[in-house]
């Protein structure tokens, strides 16, 4: 059974930056594309962004691609979701999820728990 566990999530003040940490389990990693959900109070989850097993493709919600990057350590079977410039609309409970890509489309399988990200303004 595939277990994620993200890590990272915070308080911070508008214009700061966090790193959020995915740590995978259960499956053989470089198997796995990894991505990130987000969902805002009020609003419904949505999609942030992926990466492919071998790292070599991203793909971006085109409301974040300036600030956020997707990244992963396949010896330390972790994913990364840096984000930079941090607003307010950016707060919400930040998904990470393990799955496939199927021609470009990303399509999780395996969810975290996730991890509070609140922005102060």
């Known amino acids: 059974q595939v277990q994620l566990v993200e890590s990272g999530g915070g308080l911070v003040q508008a214009g700061g930056s966090l790193r959020l940490s995915c740590a995978v389990s259960?499956?053989?990693?470089?198997?796995?594309?990894v991505g990130w959900f987000r969902q805002a109070p009020g609003k419904e989850r949505e999609f942030v962004a992926a990466?492919?097993?071998?790292?070599?493709?991203?793909t971006y919600a085109d409301s974040v691609k300036d600030r956020f990057t997707i990244s992963r350590d396949n010896s330390k079977n972790t994913a990364y979701l840096q984000i930079l410039s941090l607003k307010p609309e950016d707060t919400a409970v930040y998904y990470c999820?393990?799955?496939?890509?199927?021609?470009?489309?990303?399509?999780?399988?395996?969810w975290g728990q996730g991890t509070q990200v609140t922005v102060s303004s």
């Open positions: 990466i492919s097993g071998s790292g070599d493709m991203t």
């Open positions: 259960g499956r053989t990693f470089t198997a796995l594309a």
């Open positions: 999820n393990a799955g496939y890509f199927y021609n470009r489309n990303y399509r999780p399988s395996y």
